[in-house]
């Protein structure tokens, strides 16, 4: 009988400590998402290594303030350094993606330059143009894939933040406008710069951009701008949440090397991304992520049963 008590007290023993580090990995857990606290996004772990940002402005149906601005760019330069996760989706909370620059407040930013006179009010105008800029440009330079989840309208800024995004997935009620001709500007913040890459049609891209004109869901799919439509906003976000967690799941040297080449290459010709790519892999070959690859697909395993290490 006493050896029987030793071995139930030394169960309840373990069985306390394992209860109390489980207790600590979900504390560290939440202690790391709350770290993604800010004003204008909503940001929640979807899946595993799948973390979720949502533009969270409903009222103002997702409107770009100086807020959502400064946050995007906050938020993608940590989700950049985050190891835990590999991949991203974009979404917008309540009835539209978004209606692009909230005008009311971005008013005051634009028309109240400093500087005691023209070329030193030019020249800080430069400099919060500059700013705007990189509140999409960190979704390219991060290496997790960003997929982008538009729903309703996806005006000016919109069509802006989505063309620095890796893949496109809409509703069929989506539609997207270049809307910067509109209110007497030309956009300056990745449209004109990235979308003719995306679409492919110089003409296409011409027409959008002079004329302010609404593209609908079906002809965005036809000219490659998103990749897949879907019949609701629900829907879309189950797919494009099962997108990202596949890509999660598979090596992040692989999956991230794979960005950055994509990227690299698009800017560059044929032969400097060869050449870029040929130096990338003189050292990214000899991760261990390869021979657990191989050993895992003669075994049939699938790559979310791999245990990659974390990057």
């Known amino acids: 009988m006493a050896l029987v008590g030793r071995i139930v007290r030394t169960h309840l023993n373990i069985s306390s400590l ?10 560290d857990a939440g202690k790391a998402s709350s770290s993604y606290t800010y004003s204008t996004l909503k940001v929640s772990q979807a899946f595993d290594k799948v973390l979720h940002v949502e533009l969270n402005r409903p009222e103002k149906m997702n409107a ?3 807020a959502l601005w400064r946050e995007m ?39 109240q330059l400093e500087g005691d006179d023209l070329a030193r009010r030019a020249w800080n105008l430069r400099k919060k143009v500059t700013k705007y800029q990189e509140s999409f440009t960190v979704i390219e330079k991060c290496s997790k894939p960003v997929i982008a989840a538009i729903h309703g309208p996806c005006i000016g800024a ?20 270049v809307k910067e001709v509109d209110i007497g500007l030309a956009a300056d913040v990745g449209t004109l710069q990235r979308l003719p890459r995306i679409i492919g049609s110089q003409s296409l891209v011409n027409e959008l951009c002079f004329t302010s004109r609404k593209m609908m869901s079906d002809e965005a799919k036809s000219c490659g701008l998103v ?17 990202a967690s596949e ?29 870029y790519v040929a130096t990338w892999n003189m050292s990214m ?25 974390k990057l």
Request: aromatic share 8%.
């Open 18 to 27: 394992l209860s109390l580090q489980f207790r600590k990995m979900a504390s």
């Open 64 to 66: 770009f303030n100086m």
């Open 73 to 111: 760019a906050e938020c993608f330069n940590e989700i950049a350094e985050d190891s835990k996760y590999n991949a991203v989706v974009v979404s917008g909370a309540g009835k539209a993606f978004t209606a692009g620059i909230d005008l009311m407040d971005m008013g005051g930013e634009v028309l």
């Open 158 to 177: 919109g069509v802006d933040m989505i063309s620095a995004c890796d893949i496109r997935y809409c509703t069929q009620d989506a539609w997207f406008q």
């Open 227 to 243: 990749s897949r439509v879907f019949s609701d906003k629900e829907t879309m976000l189950q797919g494009a949440l099962d997108l």
């Open 247 to 275: 890509i999660a799941s598979k090596s992040p040297v692989a999956v991230q090397g794979t960005k950055i080449n994509l990227v690299y290459s698009r800017d560059h010709p044929v032969s400097e991304g060869l050449r």
């Open 285 to 309: 070959l000899q991760t261990d992520d390869i021979i657990k690859s191989v050993q895992a697909a003669m075994e049939k395993k699938k790559p979310k049963d791999v245990p990659y290490s």
